[in-house]
Every structure is written in structure tokens, then in C-alpha cells.
């Protein structure tokens, strides 16, 4: 059955779906899969194909496979495969019972490639990896046929038997397939289907020495599981040929393979090898580094599913590679959060006020919206006390033109509280820093306008110094300086446009007591400041850890709206 319901962005390979469905092909199957290579953590360019194959197979109530392309054992490691369940997962998509692995195809690979043999399609070759890559040829220039091309079929069995034997060392001997070394397409050259490999597999062990080739195995895959729609991004668009050739001159099963274009963000890298430097040479605490573009990376931060999944809708499916500004991710999180975080009140630069005519044992608890964007959060009891902590910022001796903050001699209001009016500044006697401002308050302020309807500028958040508690607080920012860290014209190392200042901890900060039993990741707007969470690693009972996930300032809300006025 079709939906026919409307889409958000422009979807070509849903419209090739759909044709596909009318005409009857597969026997009105859908049936996608997505294939990661267990090489690395998947960043959020994977969490766009995630939600293109997975959604697909939703909408058109077909099926979506699980599979990691586990052809190279000397990269790939069980940590990477755990990671990246976790991530399809926690993005709430379910492959149900259809969990697969190439290594699970390998011996039908090996029988595939006989049957190649047999035909005359594939032959043993002695050539290094340069002399490979010199017959090879350039796209200007053909390539030159292999000594060993011309073999019989039973050396070339006979050969390739001994190979997965483990007669031969490593980078001694290939089999590669029979095609054409004048050929434009330079991956149709008589590619490498196989390479020695003395290395134990995660999955396999050492039962294989020999492994096989990406582009040997992924079509198979696809044809084993009956995939309908191979969906790749456009850097296997040269590669389809080839593919192609493998599955007709084998005479089995053709899914039909649909490119789209890679998500590339500015001020990131997209690569995993690039992001693998990274943690490996300490520039990052890791994979789930907050500042990563990973998707483990983006949960600690405190980014949700819903916010990536409506960020891969933003951005549409398209042929055309373009830069995406991450402003839309940050925009995208932003909507999410402002619907379901909970308002609380924390200082992360704390000044301490005293408030010197509110009686000095008294204590009272005030009323404080939860969240103004959906009511039914209700409300919370914040403490009140003569002494408070407000931001460091919001307090000038000597303020510029414009500032409408606490000054001395001026009046502000305190969020759900009191207006107050600083009436002396104490400061270090030896430093001259300011310790701490004395205020007083009109009690007839409470909760609202004054009853003689003088007005003030500004509302200030605060915490009430007996009941605070104190936290460290990460600030995070984007990773790097420059929106294309890697198209610099000067030649210099991508990791030389690193943001010096991507982390600052805080250390002193002070939060409502209320946060004191907040779950491990939960989510919170800290007024005026962002949106905050619980770091999932490092926040213990006793010692609070918050990241920031994005702070409140929206630059592509503003973005939006000046294109929209402009139109």
C-alpha cells in the first residue's frame, strides 16, 4: 500500500518507489537496508541515511535491514558494532529480527567467485599493490593487462584454493575479476575481489585469510537479502557498473541500486578517519566527545532523536552534493527542547547579593512556571532568602549605554520574586574585585508589577545561596573556526582550525535545589542561558555535571525569517 500523505521536503527516491509500486516491480516490495562498516562511531551524516532508509521502509510498510559490512578485519572491532545498535536504535528505528553481517555471506561469496572463475570472469594476479595500481592506467590513459591474467581456469581454482588455505602471505596474491583494462570507468579495470589478510575477524576469528572487497560484497549482500532498493550516497554512483557486471555475470537476484547526496555541515568534518585522528590523538576525550558530530557526541550533549530525525526532514533528499549550515541542526534541537525542557534557574558566574532589609532568618517558597510552552508541566516551589546568587554579568558598577541590568541606584526585577535596588558594592580590599552587592527589596513587589506602576527593564534569574547547588557546567561550541575546516587554500592540517575555545568548564556554578535527583541525560532550559542536560558519564550523585547543548541565541531563526521578509 502507498501513503500517500504529504511530504515536507521534495523526496526523488521516494517518487521512484512509488512508480515502482504502480508497475508492480518486485511484487509491490520495499525492502531497504542500511550498511555500515563497523570501522567507526556513525556521525550524523549516517543519521541522515538512517532516517531515509528506515522512514522509507516505514511509509510504504516495508522492511529495513541492519547489516555491518564486515569485510576488513584489521579496522573493524565489536566496540563499533555495540555503538552503532545503539545509535540506530536510540534514533527509534527497530530492524525486528534483521540484524545481518557480510561475514555471514562469506563462504556463499567464496562459492560466488568460484562460479566467476569457472566462467573464465576472474583470475589469480601477483602483482604488488604498485604494480596494481601502475597496469591500472588513468582516466586519460587505458590500463595494460595483468602476466597473470591470462591463466587457465584450473591454476586460477587451484590457486584460489590455496589462498583461503593460507598458503601465501599477505599482499602476495589477489583474485581479481575479468573485465576490461581499457574500460573508462576505472573501477571496471579488473578490480581486486579478494586479498590476502592474516587477520583474526571479530565474528570469524581466523577461519578466513582471505577476505573479500567492498565492491565484491556489497551487491551480493543486497541480492542475498532480496533488497529492493539499494540506497547509497553519490560516491558509489561510479561503482554501480561494477556491481552491475557482478550480479548479471553471476545471473542472480538485481536490486536496484538509488543514489542520493552525502550531508555535509559546515564547521565539521564528516570523515570518520579524519574523526578517528581525533580521538586517537587526544584533540578530543573520545567518541562521545560532546563536541563531536557523532551521533553518541550529539546524545551526550543532550541533542534527541526527534531533533535529528525532524533535521534530516529539513534537509531533504537531493542528487546534488551542498554544505548544510549547522545552524539547522542547532535551530532543529532548539524546537524540540523549547517544547519539552523544563525551566529552571541556575548561575553559572555567581555574584552573591544580600538583600539587607529582608529579615535575616527568613526563608519563603515562590511559585515558578515550569514551562510557558506547554502548561500541563505545571509548577514548581523555588526557595527565597536574604542572600542570593545572580550572573556576574548581570551586575555593571560602570554600565555602558543600553545596559538595563542591575547598576547601583537601579531597579530590576527578580524572576517570580521581588524588585530589588542595589544600594552598595563590597569589594576586595587588596584585588578591588567586587565580593558581593548589597540590594533591598520592596515587599509589595512579590510576584508581579509594582502597585504604583513604576516599571523596570530587566528580570534577572537567580539561586538562593542556603539552598543552592553547586555543579560544574561544560559550555561546548562548535569543534572548529572556519565553516570549511577542510577546503583551506593554504595547506594547512585541518586540525589547525580546531576552536580554541569549543569547552570552558565552569566549576562554582549554582543550581535550583530541585536538581539535586535530575536523571542521568534529562534535559533542562537554564533561563536565560540555554538548554542544558546531565552528562550520562561524568554527573554522580554529589557531583553534578550539566553540558550545554545550545544556547538560546537562534541564528537560523533568523536566518528564516529574513529570507521569509526578503521573499
Known amino acids: 500500500m502507498i501513503n500517500e500523505k504529504p511530504e515536507r521536503t521534495p523526496n526523488f527516491i521516494r517518487n521512484i518507489i512509488i512508480e515502482d509500486l504502480k508497475k508492480g516491480k518486485n511484487d509491490g516490495r520495499v525492502h531497504t537496508r542500511f550498511p555500515p562498516e563497523p570501522n567507526g562511531y556513525l556521525h ?162 581466523d577461519k578466513w585469510c582471505i577476505y573479500p572487497m567492498y565492491d565484491w560484497a556489497h551487491g551480493l549482500e543486497d541480492s542475498i537479502e532480496g533488497i529492493t532498493h539499494s540506497i547509497c550516497t553519490v560516491e558509489f554512483e561510479d561503482h554501480r557498473p561494477l556491481y552491475d557486471w557482478f550480479l548479471e555475470q553471476l545471473d542472480i537476484f538485481h536490486p536496484q541500486q538509488i543514489e542520493f547526496a552525502r550531508l555535509n555541515l559546515n564547521y565539521t568534518v564528516m570523515s570518520k578517519r579524519k574523526l578517528l585522528e581525533l580521538v586517537q ?54 524546537e524540540d527542547l523549547n517544547k519539552r525542557a523544563p525551566r529552571v534557574m541556575s548561575v553559572l558566574k555567581p555574584l552573591k547579593v544580600v538583600i539587607t532589609n529582608y529579615p535575616e532568618n527568613q526563608e519563603e517558597e515562590l511559585d515558578a512556571i515550569n514551562n510557558p510552552e506547554d502548561l500541563s508541566q505545571g509548577t514548581r516551589k523555588v526557595p527565597f532568602s536574604r542572600e542570593l546568587y545572580i550572573e556576574q554579568d548581570d551586575f555593571r558598577e560602570d554600565p555602558p549605554k543600553k545596559y538595563f541590568r542591575l547598576t547601583p541606584g537601579r531597579e530590576v526585577r527578580l524572576r517570580y520574586a521581588y524588585f530589588i535596588k542595589c544600594t552598595d558594592v563590597i569589594k576586595d580590599e587588596t584585588t578591588g574585585e567586587i565580593k558581593e552587592i548589597h540590594c533591598t527589596y520592596d515587599p509589595a513587589t512579590k510576584g508581579g508589577d509594582a502597585p504604583d506602576g513604576r516599571k523596570v527593564k530587566a528580570t534577572l534569574h537567580w539561586v538562593s545561596a542556603a539552598h543552592a547547588l553547586d555543579a560544574e557546567v561544560r559550555m561546548y561550541d562548535r569543534l572548529f573556526e572556519v565553516p570549511d575546516p577542510l577546503g583551506n587554500k593554504s595547506g594547512e592540517d585541518f586540525k589547525a582550525y580546531i576552536n580554541p575555545n569549543s569547552l570552558e568548564v565552569l566549576k562554582n556554578c549554582k543550581l535550583e535545589p530541585g536538581l539535586k535527583d535530575a536523571d542521568s541525560g534529562a534535559h533542562f532550559q537554564f533561563e536565560r542561558l540555554g538548554y542544558f542536560c546531565v552528562d550520562k558519564v561524568d554527573s554522580k550523585p554529589g557531583n553534578l555535571v550539566f553540558n550545554r547543548t545550545v544556547p538560546l541565541r537562534d541564528s537560523w531563526a533568523k536566518i528564516e525569517k529574513a529570507m521569509k521578509n526578503k521573499s
Not at 122 to 151: F, M
Not at 285 to 307: A, H, I, K, V
Not at 322 to 331: Q, R, W
Request: overall charge negative; glycine content about 6%; aromatic content about 12%.
Open 44 to 205: 550524523i551524516g549516517h543519521a541522515k541515511a538512517i532516517c531515509i532508509v528506515f522512514g522509507l521502509a516505514q511509509e510504504f510498510n516495508g522492511l529495513c535491514n541492519l547489516r555491518f559490512d564486515d569485510t576488513n578485519p584489521e579496522k573493524e572491532e565489536d566496540e563499533y558494532v555495540r555503538s552503532i545498535i545503539e545509535d540506530v536504535s536510540w534514533l527509534g528505528f527497530d530492524w525486528e529480527d534483521r540484524l545481518f553481517y557480510a561475514s555471514d555471506y562469506f563462504e556463499q561469496m567464496y562459492e560466488y567467485a568460484v562460479q566467476l572463475i569457472k566462467k573464465g570472469k576472474a583470475y589469480v594476479c601477483e602483482l604488488t599493490s604498485e604494480e596494481t595500481r601502475e597496469y591500472r592506467g588513468t582516466l586519460t590513459q587505458p590500463g595494460k593487462n595483468s602476466p597473470y591474467r591470462d591463466r587457465t581456469v584450473e591454476e586460477n581454482l587451484d590457486l584460489f584454493e590455496r589462498m583461503r588455505a593460507g598458503e601465501f602471505p599477505d599482499g602476495s596474491r589477489t583474485l581479481r575479476a575479468k573485465i576490461d583494462m581499457a574500460h573508462p570507468n576505472l573501477n571496471m579495470r579488473d578490480p581486486v575481489m579478494y586479498r590476502i589478510m592474516h587477520a583474526s575477524h571479530h565474528r570469524t576469528g
Open 281 to 334: 590523538k587526544g584533540y578530543v576525550s573520545g567518541w562521545d566527545d560532546p563536541r563531536m558530530p557523532t551521533l553518541s557526541g550529539l546524545r551526550r550533549r543532550g541533542f534527541t532523536p526527534e531533533s535529528i530525525r525532524n533535521f534530516a526532514d529539513m534537509i531533504g533528499v537531493a542528487k546534488r552534493d551542498s554544505i548544510v549550515d549547522v545552524a539547522m541542526l542547532e535551530y532543529s534541537v532548539r
